[in-house]
Nanobody
Framework: QVQLVESGGGLMQPGDSLRLSCASS????????MGWFRQAPGKEREFVAG???????SYGGSVKGRFTIFRDNAKNTVFLQMNSLRPEDTAGYYC???????????????????WGQGTRVTVTS
């Protein structure tokens, strides 16, 4: 079992920066991928960013160049650095972990088998 706890959400203005954190515990040695997903009201949950245990990363098209995923292995924590925030980034952000073997970063929601409770990010002027 893996437990995930997100933190760092908030109310932001366009152009602001924000960093989300996801602390993992439990059988973290079995994790192959860590990912961030988001879900806006009335929309499906979408892939934002992912990092494989080999440190490869992948990003959703709308956040490329603005968001960065990275981790601190000593603290079992993954971060999502979000720069140049836009109103369309408003959503619930969810951290996810996958203990399913993969050669590289997985972007499919169905491949992640552990989820955090989510943290809310609102971007408005």
């Amino acid at each position: 079992q893996v437990q995930l706890v997100e933190s760092g959400g908030g109310l932001m203005q366009p152009g602001d920066s924000l960093r989300l954190s996801c602390a993992s515990s439990g059988r973290t040695s079995g994790i192959y991928n860590m990912g961030w997903f988001r879900q806006a009201p009335g929309k499906e949950r979408e892939f934002v960013a992912g990092i494989h245990r080999n440190n490869d990363t992948s990003y959703g098209g709308s956040v490329k160049g603005r968001f960065t995923i990275f981790r601190d292995n000593a603290k079992n924590t993954v971060f999502l650095q979000m720069n140049s925030l836009r109103p369309e980034d408003t959503a619930g952000y969810y951290c996810a972990a996958s203990t399913i073997w993969s050669r590289g970063v997985v972007t499919s929601l169905s491949r992640y088998n552990y989820w955090g409770q989510g943290t809310r990010v609102t971007v408005t002027s």
